[in-house]
């Protein structure tokens, strides 16, 4: 069975948690994340993590911690499980978000409470927890 890796960066400011959301035409459209994506063939994770968020949103960030590791089987149907590591991050210093817009739509920064109203994936919702 085919294995695939992603990583995702928490990345907090003043109480609260950047999350982005998928852009029209993209796989789970609509959808709010945190910043992260696949792992390259002999990619390590945390550079992965750190290179997916400067690509996402224009930030510069450093892995400080792992939070959180979850697998399921692919959700659309193919013979995959997916393995996500959510990461706790620096920012090394603070920028404005830039989104990709072919990725992404709109950003926000929320916390645990605004979370709660947001289209999110249990391991999202999870990792925004102030815990």
Known sequence: M?????????IARAGTVLVIRRAPGVFLAGRWELPGGGVEPGEPHEEAAVREVGEETGLSVEVVGQRSA????????????????????AEREMRTVALNPDEHDEHRWVTPEQAAALD????????????
Do not use: P
């Open 2 to 10: 085919e294995e695939k890796h992603l990583v995702y960066c928490r």
């Open 120 to 131: 999110l994936a249990d391991h999202f919702r999870a990792a925004l927890s102030n815990q």
């Open 70 to 89: 979850h697998s399921w089987m692919d959700v659309a149907g193919r013979e995959m499980r997916i393995h996500a590591t959510v990461y706790d991050v």
